[in-house]
């Protein structure tokens, strides 16, 4: 992904974070929409009206980026994006950034020849556990901003903005409270970075491998859009688990969180916003590589010309 087929890095790290970070913040600004409408859709618990279950709100990803865009403007598709942006800088500078170093490490040395499967998702999982410890603060205030939908004419907003939200959380709820939701985030992150990073870069390698194909954009396309799905589908249920643990402070903890969505909604529950969440993620993976491998391209050039 970020190295020749041996799995050297021909760049630094310093350039590797960079440009990690930079693709990961193009990707976030793109597609936050849908990440808005995906939260929505997964806080959306069924409600009993009387004798009945009222409709739901939200319904389907077009239905609700159109119902948040008519109620609350279309200003507040991108509710969340400055520390969903904070979160890319730091998480996807780190888990991109450190997985070729990490894979190194478990490979060995001494290693020649194509990194096994197994020490690609071994290495992604180890990264995206260590990114997003470090930047779990800036995902909990980027789903309680995303999460709030229009309120009643004379209620207030709980939070003003991003930094009006990281010192509300501090001072109200303490400094662990930012760490709220780490155990399904770690779960959830560690998995879906293995499902990404790792995918990926099996999926390229085993397309450079068929004649005809080169290293280009076409490759860089189709193996984006291959670690997109694999990510929603391994990672829709912890991830819905995530965002009800921090979109709403009444659950215990991880189990506490699953055993009532489970109970109340429903096994399918757990991959409720699975479009949306597949739009979201395969296109921020198609858009994140490919400017990735652009950003990496000018960094290794800058690199040379220096050397």
């Given at each position: 992904?970020?190295?020749?087929?041996?799995?050297?890095?021909?760049?630094?790290?310093?350039?590797?974070?960079?440009?990690?970070?930079?693709?990961?913040?193009?990707?976030?600004?793109?597609?936050?929409?849908?990440?808005?409408?995906?939260?929505r859709l997964q806080l959306q618990k069924s409600a009993v009206a009387g004798d009945g279950v009222a409709l739901p709100k939200y319904r389907g990803m077009l239905g609700t980026v159109a119902t948040i865009a008519r109620e609350e403007g279309l200003a507040a598709l991108w509710k969340g994006i400055v520390p969903g942006?904070?979160?890319?800088?730091?998480?996807?500078?780190?888990?991109?950034?450190?997985?070729?170093?990490?894979?190194?490490?478990?490979?060995?040395?001494?290693?020649?020849?194509?990194?096994?499967?197994?020490?690609?998702?071994?290495?992604?999982?180890?990264?995206?556990?260590?990114?997003?410890?470090?930047?779990?603060?800036?995902?909990?205030?980027?789903?309680?901003?995303?999460?709030?939908?229009?309120?009643?004419?004379?209620?207030?907003?709980?939070?003003?903005?991003?930094?009006?939200?990281?010192?509300?959380?501090?001072?109200?709820?303490?400094?662990?409270?930012?760490?709220?939701?780490?155990?399904?985030?770690?779960?959830?992150?560690?998995?879906?970075?293995?499902?990404?990073?790792?995918?990926?870069?099996?999926?390229?390698?085993?397309?450079?491998?068929?004649?005809?194909?080169?290293?280009?954009?076409?490759?860089?396309?189709?193996?984006?859009?291959?670690?997109?799905?694999?990510?929603?589908?391994?990672?829709?249920?912890?991830?819905?688990?995530?965002?009800?643990?921090?979109?709403?402070?009444?659950?215990?903890?991880?189990?506490?969180?699953?055993?009532?969505?489970?109970?109340?909604?429903?096994?399918?529950?757990?991959?409720?916003?699975?479009?949306?969440?597949?739009?979201?993620?395969?296109?921020?993976?198609?858009?994140?590589?490919?400017?990735?491998?652009?950003?990496?391209?000018?960094?290794?050039?800058?690199?040379?010309?220096?050397?």
């Amino acid at each position: 992904m970020v190295a020749d087929s041996k799995g050297k890095s021909d760049i630094s790290f310093a350039g590797t974070f960079a440009s990690s970070a930079f693709a990961a913040c193009f990707a976030e600004i793109c597609t936050i929409p849908l990440d808005t409408a995906k939260v929505r859709l997964q806080l959306q618990k069924s409600a009993v009206a009387g004798d009945g279950v009222a409709l739901p709100k939200y319904r389907g990803m077009l239905g609700t980026v159109a119902t948040i865009a008519r109620e609350e403007g279309l200003a507040a598709l991108w509710k969340g994006i400055v520390p969903g942006l904070h979160r890319q800088c730091v998480y996807g500078g780190l888990r991109i950034g450190l997985y070729e170093p990490v894979k190194n490490l478990y490979v060995g040395s001494d290693f020649v020849g194509d990194v096994p499967l197994t020490k690609k998702i071994l290495a992604a999982l180890t990264t995206g556990a260590v990114g997003i410890a470090v930047a779990n603060p800036t995902d909990l205030v980027k789903v309680r901003l995303q999460a709030e939908g229009k309120l009643p004419a004379g209620v207030p907003r709980r939070y003003s903005g991003a930094l009006n939200a990281y010192s509300t959380i501090l001072r109200q709820e303490g400094v662990g409270a930012l760490w709220t939701g780490i155990g399904p985030n770690i779960a959830r992150n560690a998995i879906i970075n293995a499902a990404e990073l790792a995918s990926y870069d099996q999926v390229k390698e085993t397309i450079l491998k068929i004649p005809g194909f080169t290293d280009n954009v076409v490759t860089h396309l189709f193996a984006g859009l291959g670690a997109g799905f694999f990510a929603v589908c391994i990672g829709s249920p912890v991830d819905v688990v995530k965002s009800r643990m921090m979109g709403d402070s009444t659950y215990k903890n991880t189990l506490d969180c699953f055993i009532k969505t489970l109970k109340n909604d429903g096994p399918l529950a757990f991959y409720k916003g699975f479009i949306p969440n597949f739009g979201r993620l395969g296109s921020w993976n198609v858009i994140m590589f490919l400017t990735l491998e652009q950003a990496k391209k000018f960094v290794r050039s800058l690199e040379s010309s220096r050397a």
